[in-house]
C-alpha cells in the first residue's frame, strides 16, 4: 500500500501533469468547474462573489475577500496568523530541528534555505496547511522588515496528509520561499510558503529591506499550500489555546512578543 501511495503522489506530481492541471484552471472554459468545486469543497458562499464574476478556476482560487470579514487584531504586542489553514502541528525547535506533520523533523537551516543562524533553535513554530476551500492570499502577522528573502524551486508534491505520510522530508522538497523579518523591537521570526500540487506560483508581493505592517497583503499561492512559521528563540509567547487540528482564520490572535 506505501508503494502504491509512492506511486500515485509521484505521478500526480510530474512537471507535465502539473502544467497541463495549471493550463487547464488557468482557461475561461473552467469557470464551469466553480460551482461543483464551492460544493465539493463546502467553501464558505458567504465570502465569495457569485461565481460569474471569476474568470477562471484559478481566478477563484486566489479571489479576495472583504476586510471586514478577516478584522485584525491591532495589540501592540499582538501576533496574528498570515494565513486561513488548519494547524497540522507547532512546538519549540530544539538542537536545531523541528518537527513538522507526522514526526517527520527538518533541520532549521535546511528549511530557511540556509539563510538563518542559531537565532531560531529553541524558537517556537506553527505549521498551517491550506485546505482547497481555505482564502489563499498571505498577510503580514506582525509589522517587520523583510531582511532575508530567497525562493528555492523544488517538486510540488501534495501537503496533504497522503503527500507528508508518503513522501520523506516533504517540506525541503517541494518549491518554497523563505523570508526572514525582523521588528522594530528587534525581534526575527520567518515565514515559510511551501508550494504544492496545482501550484502554478508562489506570488510575493516585496522586496528585501521593505517595512510590511501587521495585516499587510504580501503575497498568494495558486492551489495547495503550506505556511510554517518560526519565532527567535526567547521572544514569542503562543497562545495556550493552539493546538494540532484547529482550525485558525486570517487576522486571528496565535500569541504576542514579550514586552
Known amino acids: 500500500m506505501k508503494l502504491l501511495k509512492k506511486i500515485v503522489v509521484h505521478s500526480i506530481s510530474r512537471r507535465s501533469v502539473v502544467k497541463i492541471l495549471d493550463v487547464a484552471c488557468s482557461s475561461k472554459m473552467s469557470r464551469v468547474l466553480i460551482k461543483p468545486y464551492i460544493r465539493l469543497y463546502k467553501v464558505n458562499q458567504q465570502e465569495i462573489q ?59 537551516a535546511e528549511l530557511l534555505c540556509n ?3 542559531g537565532e531560531f533553535n529553541g524558537g517556537f513554530y506553527l505549521n498551517i496547511y491550506l485546505s482547497p476551500k481555505n482564502y489563499h492570499r498571505i498577510h503580514m502577522p506582525f509589522g517587520a522588515r523583510a531582511i532575508k528573502h530567497k525562493y528555492v524551486p523544488g517538486k510540488v508534491f501534495p501537503v496533504n496528509n497522503l503527500g507528508v505520510s508518503t513522501i520523506k522530508d516533504l517540506f525541503v522538497k517541494n518549491k518554497r520561499t523563505c523570508t526572514i523579518f525582523e521588528t ?29 505592517p501587521k495585516g499587510a497583503e504580501i503575497g498568494r499561492f495558486e492551489f495547495g499550500s503550506t505556511v510554517i512559521l518560526l519565532f527567535q528563540k526567547g521572544m514569542f509567547i503562543p497562545e495556550e489555546t493552539l493546538q494540532p487540528n484547529m482550525e485558525i482564520k486570517m487576522g486571528q490572535r496565535i500569541g504576542k512578543f514579550k514586552g
Open 50 to 108: 457569485h461565481p460569474k464574476y471569476y474568470r477562471s478556476l484559478k481566478d477563484f482560487f486566489v479571489r479576495d475577500i472583504s476586510p471586514t470579514l478577516r478584522p485584525i487584531d491591532q495589540g501592540a504586542d499582538v501576533v496574528v496568523s498570515p494565513v486561513d489553514g488548519t494547524i497540522a502541528d507547532l512546538g519549540f525547535a530544539s538542537q536545531d530541528r523541528i518537527i513538522l506533520a507526522k514526526n517527520n523533523t527538518y533541520s532549521i
Open 184 to 212: 522594530q523591537a528587534g525581534f526575527k521570526f520567518a515565514l515559510v510558503k511551501v508550494g504544492a500540487l496545482g501550484v502554478g506560483k508562489i506570488v510575493s508581493n516585496y522586496q528585501e529591506g521593505e517595512w510590511l
Open 115 to 117: 539563510q538563518t543562524t
